[in-house]
């Protein structure tokens, strides 16, 4: 296969963004999800329970020194940075916010894309802010595999669209498409088949 890892970011508006895609994905998905929701920092774990009751994966919320599985959604916990280390396991930080975040989807996709390279997808969405720009740069500098939500269908267009102000990005889709081009990069449903719809470049 060729990637190892898929991160998403979603600030205003991801929770729903994010069920639209999870729930597209069967029970042996093969690559790890790793995502940051920008979340108030007394979140309990209700959101774990609500992702879990609608997709087929396991879900749960990134640990300390946690190794990262394939067919595992982990989640940033709140008012911690998530950030991947060289030995594929999960390191919590509770430095200063970043871009008034903490998680920051930044920090999780600069982190990422140093260890995965070109084998890392980053998927950018709906949010108020430019979170996330400045890590999807760094993985498509990478060679990663760079997506970002339509800001057309976004419920709040201003982060990707900060992110296609910075990067050229790989893909454009609505976020309807999102799910199933995720699905497409298994090796056992290429991409383009799965219904997955035509993109914007």
């Known amino acids: 296969m060729r990637y190892k890892a898929i991160v998403l970011g979603a600030s205003a508006g991801g929770i729903e963004a994010f069920v639209h895609i999870l729930s597209k994905l069967p029970a042996q998905f ?18 774990v329970r609500f992702y879990n009751e609608r997709t087929a994966l396991k879900v749960e919320e990134a640990e300390e020194k946690e190794r990262i599985l394939p067919g595992h959604i982990y989640i940033a916990p709140p008012d911690y940075h998530l950030l991947v280390e060289r030995d594929e396991t999960f390191s919590l930080a509770f430095d200063e916010k970043v871009n008034y975040s903490r998680p920051s989807i930044d920090v999780l996709f600069e982190s990422a894309a140093d260890v995965y390279g070109a084998e890392l997808v980053g998927v950018l969405m709906t949010g108020a802010n430019h979170d996330g720009a400045r890590g999807l740069q760094r993985i498509k500098e990478y060679g990663g595999l760079t997506l970002v939500e339509d800001p057309a269908t976004a419920k709040f267009p201003e982060m990707p669209r900060a992110a ?22 298994t090796d056992d449903c290429p991409v383009g088949q799965e219904g997955t719809a035509p993109v914007l470049l």
């Open 30 to 47: 093969a690559l790890p999800i790793i995502l940051v929701q920008h979340l108030h920092k007394e979140q309990d774990r209700t959101l």
């Open 164 to 185: 296609l102000a910075c990067t050229e990005v790989d893909y454009i889709l609505p976020l309807a498409e999102l799910g199933n081009f995720l699905l497409s990069l």
